[in-house]
Nanobody
Framework: EVRLVESGGGAVQAGGSLRLSCTAS????????VAWFRQAPGKEFEGVAW???????TGYADSIKGRFTISKEGQNTVHLQMNSLKPEDTAVYFC???????????????????????WGQGTQVTVSS
């Protein structure tokens, strides 16, 4: 059974840092792409970052570029390091994955919800000013 569990959320002041973790089971990261999305109150669902597991290639939304870093650790964990946090980063953060049936190198990274088949339950990040 494929499962994704997020952890590491919490409350922090503006300018601070948090590291989110996504722990995967039922598949290995090298066979997939994993992304982080977020849902802020009153705002649209937003893709934040993705990583292709087999080679570690990454992509980021413009809104967080230079502040957030996505990385993998081993075959079952993906992290999202968030630095220089702003109040507008306050949201529930979700981990999502797509598992490749064919060559992973054919996959073009996208931050579109429909690209990902498996989702975690989310973790709250609150940034105060």
């Amino acid at each position: 059974e494929v499962r994704l569990v997020e952890s590491g959320g919490g409350a922090v002041q503006a300018g601070g840092s948090l590291r989110l973790s996504c722990t995967a089971s039922g598949f290995i990261i090298d066979d997939s792409a994993v992304a982080w999305f977020r849902q802020a109150p009153g705002k649209e669902f937003e893709g934040v970052a993705w990583i292709r597991g087999v080679d570690g290639i990454t992509g980021y939304a413009d809104s967080i570029k230079g502040r957030f870093t996505i990385s993998k650790e081993g075959q079952n964990t993906v992290h999202l390091q968030m630095n220089s946090l702003k109040p507008e980063d306050t949201a529930v953060y979700f981990c999502a994955a797509t598992i490749f049936n064919l060559s992973p190198f054919a996959w073009v990274g996208k931050l579109e919800e429909r690209e990902y088949d498996y989702w975690g339950q989310g973790t709250q990040v609150t940034v105060s000013s």
